[in-house]
């Protein structure tokens, strides 16, 4: 369940992840987005990583997370995260946790084995993507009597510019979704993504936006509008048939000098977003590239290529898509 990825040791990281059900198979409808919602917020405080924003469909998920310094965690707090992963414990549940937090206060090789086990499992992206896929793919099968592999093997992950134009155009993608898939006309009034739950009022949705428009809005209203000026145009109407398809979007691009509106192009299904590897300025890009190539075993180095297609800005990824910008 592990996906290959970019490791970012010493600081901070923003990855954008992306994950199917087993042969695509659509298999959530309300009740399965809603329990893989809260799974979500809960794995996410547990491992210690920012749910910046998130979008469940029918069959995948996008999430974008912001993964913290590592840093030193007080016994009080591990217990903390450890009991929200059980907001209704079971007998069982609950006598662990108190067991835990005994062997903690003792001290000793005992206490550090535990630290050891729980610390092992926050401050990765990998470990939230396998707990959360853990834990929904348990009660999924339980609830459905249904057995086997729920997920396919590998997610996506793309590592994404902490800041500025990278961070806030994949968050316009990712929340976009819904308006691709034609369910909605606007992003707010699809109840199972980042934006609608900021937009409703939610707290923990509504940090991630402040996080990602901090360097161009302040405080939550700003945020919020800035993000919906993006994912409009600059503040257009949203109309029924807004989104273009992939036919379209190329039959524009083959013309010479065609250049798609950034907006426009961000409802059709742009794959520079799943599966550029590394998603930034061409500082940004070309700054892990070293680290990509040896991680990969690649004899040449990569080369920040600009994304094609609309006005991206500076935007750059570090895997070229050739033509099939749209696929």
Known sequence: MRSRRLKVKGSSAVYHCMTRTVNG?????DREKEVLRKMLWQVADFCGVELLTYCIMS??????????????????????RYRVLYPKPTKYQAESAILIARQLEAGGEEAELIRAKLLARMGDVSEFMKGVK???????????????????????SVLVEGQGNPLQTMAAYIDLNPVRAGLVEDPKDYRFCGYAEAVAGYAS???GFVRIWGDRASGVPAALQAHRALIFGKGSVPAKGCSISREQALRVLEKEGAVLPKATVLRCRVRYFTDGAILGTKE????????????????????ARRLTGADWGDLAVIRGLRRQVFA
């Open 134 to 156: 853990q834990r929904f793919s348990v009660w999924y099968n339980r609830t459905h009597q249904r057995y086997g592999t729920l997920w396919a093997e590998r997610f996506k």
């Open 205 to 207: 949705a509504r940090r």
């Open 59 to 80: 069959n995948h998920f996008h999430v974008l997370v912001r993964v913290p310094e590592g840093s030193e965690i007080p016994d009080s707090e591990l217990m903390r």
């Open 284 to 303: 940004f890009v070309r700054s892990y590239a070293g680290v990509w190539q040896l991680e990969r075993d690649r004899k040449h180095p990569p080369t």
């Open 25 to 29: 198979e659509v298999l959530f409808e």
